[in-house]
């Protein structure tokens, strides 16, 4: 089944904690991204890679890093986590950043909460 | 810079009736993309139904269509015959060219169906 998955599904931690988001996804797809949801702002993009070895910043890039070593795989790293953080957070990937044309798939969401 | 914005934080339908979502947009660029998505419970994001501004035709998908308003920025979602599953926050979403594959994302509007 093509899909992308996201580990942990739930996560409570504390401040100062590094904790890592793993974002795996089974379609040989290009392009994935980061985003997080938070109540009355939506969806907003944290990171995206358009290839391996390539990244660059979305709109909310603060506290955050990622990697792309493998086309499959695109982990989001908190290296300090603040209560500032506390979101739900997607993955998403598709074939290319073209994404009006190519649907992005989105992972089923990871609940993180920092105390 | 380019924004979403959905005004209506909840909307109630009955089962069966008619309920359309509003969504506007600001945008400076003439060819663009715009989308609705679902989020159920579930959490998982569905992509319901994709517009391409060039297009002046509306699109439309069973039971969901769009009133695509280019002048007005305007991009509503109508779901016609409610459904208990159609229950969901419907989020409506603009594709930005070449700034990393980004979907801006709307605030969400929570619908909730009447049995």
């Known amino acids: 089944e093509a899909q992308v998955t996201q580990n942990p599904r739930y996560l409570i931690t504390v401040t100062g904690k590094k904790l890592t988001v793993t974002c795996s996804q089974n379609?040989?797809?290009?392009?994935m991204s980061w985003y997080r949801q938070d109540p009355g702002l939506g969806l907003r993009q944290i990171y995206y890679?358009?290839?391996?070895?390539?990244?660059d910043k979305g709109d909310v890039p603060e506290g955050y890093k990622v990697s792309r070593k493998e086309k499959r795989n695109f982990p989001l790293i908190l290296e300090s986590p603040s209560p500032n953080q506390t979101s739900l957070y997607f993955c998403?990937?598709?074939?290319?950043?073209?994404?009006?044309?190519?649907?992005?798939?989105f992972g089923p969401g990871t609940r993180l909460t920092v105390l | 810079a380019q924004t979403v914005t959905q005004s209506q934080p909840e909307m109630s339908v009955q089962e069966a009736e008619t309920v359309t979502l509003s969504c506007t947009y600001d945008?400076?660029?003439?060819?663009?993309?715009l989308f609705w998505y679902k989020q159920p419970p579930s959490r998982q994001m569905i992509l319901v139904i994709r517009?391409?501004?060039?297009?002046?035709q509306n699109a439309t998908e069973n039971r969901f269509s769009v009133n695509f308003q280019k002048a007005a920025k305007s991009f509503s979602l109508k779901i016609s015959d409610s459904q208990l599953g159609d229950a969901a926050m419907y989020f409506c979403?603009?594709?930005?060219?070449?700034?990393?594959?980004?979907?801006?994302f709307g605030q969400g509007t929570e619908l909730s169906v009447k049995p």
């Open positions: 998403a990937s598709s074939l290319s950043s073209e994404v009006y044309y190519n649907e992005q798939f």
């Open positions: 379609m040989n797809h290009e392009y």
């Open positions: 890679s358009m290839n391996v070895e390539v990244t």
């Open positions: 945008t400076s660029e003439s060819d663009y993309y």
């Open positions: 517009q391409e501004a060039y297009k002046q």
């Open positions: 979403a603009y594709y930005v060219y070449n700034q990393g594959g980004k979907l801006i």
